[in-house]
């Protein structure tokens, strides 16, 4: 078993901390809350003081964490000076692809091999290790990684190279962002023209307009499997964490000269969304908007 840092250990690093100390690993976790910190140590990781602490003789180094430029400077202040070189560095968090990419340079630059691991699944895939890991990196360092993101998930895929990881989350919540407003638009217009949810959602979802926001996360409560529209749209994804990948998504296609009107669309009616108090609401009850 090997010595794992752990930094950030907030909703989803939390569950992922946890997943490798119970895998037998010995992990040196690290946030800048108190209480974070305790509940790491409750399950089974060793608290430490400082993100140097942490990153000191680690085989693995994980960061999970709010944004690129949290990344960026944990990486400038604890893992470059720190890390060994026969390390890796594994940043599982959501950020832009320029970032991830400057990252995996600089790393590189100092001898050192990173890869992009961001996660499709939300807190609750990351409490029970059932993850989808997305790489980006060298073929070396996703086999380096892969053995430590395989005890986090249960799909662990090589995107490409450095940023690819990144990228494949972004363009993948992009079309996730639009298919819930357009699942959501269908149910509301089907319902105006007469129709009953069920009866539109017993012909759709074994129809051409069948998507994973109907058949899996359907917005309309007491239809399809058990979703946050049950439960008053709490739990589940936070639109203000879609409305940060949309962003991150349209950032990408405009730096790309990518087109993506649905994609724009989409982040703008989750800015509204957001903007009237909904921030903490799952992304799918957007529905009631409309
Ligand atoms: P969170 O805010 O719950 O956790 C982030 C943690 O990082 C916090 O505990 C915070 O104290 C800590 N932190 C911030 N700066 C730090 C620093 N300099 N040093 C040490 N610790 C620091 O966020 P989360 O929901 O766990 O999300 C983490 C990442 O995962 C984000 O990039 C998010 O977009 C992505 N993500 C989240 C979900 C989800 O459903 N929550 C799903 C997929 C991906």
């Not at 017993?202 to 399809?224: A, L, N, R």
């Amino acid at each position: 078993m090997a010595r794992v840092a752990f930094i950030g250990l907030g909703n989803m690093g939390g569950g992922m901390a946890a997943n490798l100390a119970k895998a037998g690993h010995d992990v040196r976790a690290f946030d800048l809350s108190p209480d974070a910190l305790a509940k790491a140590k409750a399950a089974g990781c060793l608290p430490v003081a400082s993100a140097v602490e942490a990153v000191n003789g680690a085989e693995a180094i994980v960061t999970m964490l709010p944004a690129g430029s949290h990344v960026e400077s944990v990486y400038a202040d604890a893992v470059f000076s720190h890390a060994p070189p026969a390390g890796i560095l594994i940043d599982c968090s959501t950020i832009d692809v320029a970032t991830a990419r400057r990252v995996s340079d600089a790393a590189a630059a100092q001898g050192l091999v990173a890869v992009d691991a961001p996660v499709s699944g939300g807190i609750a895939a990351a409490t029970a290790g059932t993850l989808t890991f997305m790489v980006g990196g060298s073929a070396d360092g996703f086999d380096r990684a892969q053995p430590f993101l395989a005890q986090m998930g249960k799909t662990v895929i090589h995107a490409g190279a450095s940023g690819a990881g990144q990228a494949a989350k972004m363009a993948n919540n992009m079309l996730l962002g639009a298919t819930m407003i357009a699942t959501c638009e269908a149910f509301r217009l089907a319902e105006r023209l007469g129709l009953d949810p069920q009866t539109f959602y017993d012909i759709s979802s074994v129809s051409s307009g069948q998507s994973w926001s109907m058949t899996s996360y359907c917005p309309v409560p007491g239809v399809g499997p058990d979703t946050p529209a049950d439960h008053d749209y709490q739990g589940g994804f936070a639109a203000a964490l879609m409305l940060k990948d949309l962003r991150l998504a349209n950032q990408a296609a405009a730096d790309a000269g990518a087109s993506t009107p649905l994609g724009k669309h989409a982040a703008d009616l989750y800015e509204s969304f957001v903007a009237a108090g909904n921030g903490g609401t799952d992304f799918s009850g957007i529905i009631r908007t409309l």
